[in-house]
């Protein structure tokens, strides 16, 4: 069976992903939730594996006794939001970037050498990376930043086949939070089955729902001065 490994696989997406590929493949399970990881276990062909991907110690030795994946899903996340841009609030900004790029870096640096040859490395990244948004300032900077990394391993490596994911809004605890309005929001279920979709597929992008993201990606091609005065009308 092939072997695959999920960061963030104990809640929302991740652990959609985590269910669905233990149908037939070893799935390596990855969070910090103890109870979360524990049910994890009780399905066949998970092994949970707790680590906090912002602290490459406890990738190393949490992933020590792993030789060879051929799929690599680094999917863990956070969101938090800036309300008061004019005061910054670095250890907000510090935080998600932490979780969301850095440990992007931590998890390449232990898990690549691990991927076959002619595997498969996804990074979940948003579509929230499209355009400047309102309050994304830590959120949208981390993800534009995790989009860049994934299309410059494309560029770069040869040996493996890279994706990168720009999901639209899916209700999960991570979205439950959110005290706004989600056009078109999908569930875990859909999300977890366009994404295996395009894995399927080895497509370079994998963004859902589609009539949500070309509306992104249409306004994306705006002149920024006209997309900044639009984003007038969304700000709270
Ligand atoms: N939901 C959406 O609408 C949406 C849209 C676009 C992109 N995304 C992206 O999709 C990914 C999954 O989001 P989700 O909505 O499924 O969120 P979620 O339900 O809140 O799940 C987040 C996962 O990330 C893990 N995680 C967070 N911080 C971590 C840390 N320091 N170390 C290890 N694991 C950590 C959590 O595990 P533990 O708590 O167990 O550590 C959890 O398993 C994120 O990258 C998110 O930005 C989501």
Redesign the pocket.
Known sequence: MKRVLI?????????GLAEQYANDHIVYA????EQ??SELTQIANITALQ????KIDEIKSQCAQIDALDLLIL?????EYIDDAKHFDSALFKRVID??LL?LGYCLEVLLPRLREGGQLII?????SFLALPRAQA?GAS?AGATYLAQSLAVDLDHIDVSVVH?????????DKNDFS?PM?VS?EQATKAIMKGISKRKKEIHFPKRFTFILKLLQLLPFSMWLFLSKGIRR
């Open positions: 960061t963030g696989a104990t809640s929302g997406i991740g652990r990855c969070g910090r939730n979360a990881l680590m906090d991907v912002t999917n863990a996340g956070n969101c979780v969301n440990s979940v990244s948003s579509s929230a959120y993800k999901p639209g809004f899916v209700k999960t605890p991570l979205t989600m929001a875990v």
